[in-house]
């Protein structure tokens, strides 16, 4: 099941991420309970190169209430970089150099790589 979630990260004075966006509920839950790490690139400047960590006190919920998730989904009304499109870190060993958080999570749940 889908839910609305924000993420936010403090990086410091290089400054800090924000981002509200849909999400399944089991993907989100494995990201918290194994900390994952997330490479945002230079979203924070030129040489930046941010690294976020996937964690309880990163990650929120906003509601699971369906009619909420999909009016938000409909209307298009995810804002910032969601965490779960951008590329895992430190995977290159299983094949998930340049994959997606999301499709990692995918395969560690399901057994099968996306397509």
Do not use: W
Request: net charge negative; hydrophobic share 30%; charged share 30%.
């Amino acid at each position: 099941m889908k839910a609305i979630y924000k993420y936010t990260e403090d990086f410091g004075r290089i400054g800090e991420l924000e981002a509200i966006f849909i999400e399944e509920q089991n993907v989100v839950q494995y990201a918290i309970e194994n900390k994952l790490d997330v490479y945002f690139g230079e979203v924070l400047g030129k040489h930046s190169e941010v690294i976020g960590t996937l964690s309880q006190k990163n990650i929120t919920e906003i509601t699971s209430d369906q009619t909420m998730v999909k009016m938000f989904e409909k209307n298009n009304l995810s804002c910032g970089s969601n965490p779960f499109e951008d590329p895992i870190c430190n995977r290159e060993d299983e094949g998930f150099g340049d994959d997606p958080v999301s499709e990692y999570i995918s395969y560690k749940l399901t057994g099968k790589r996306p397509n």
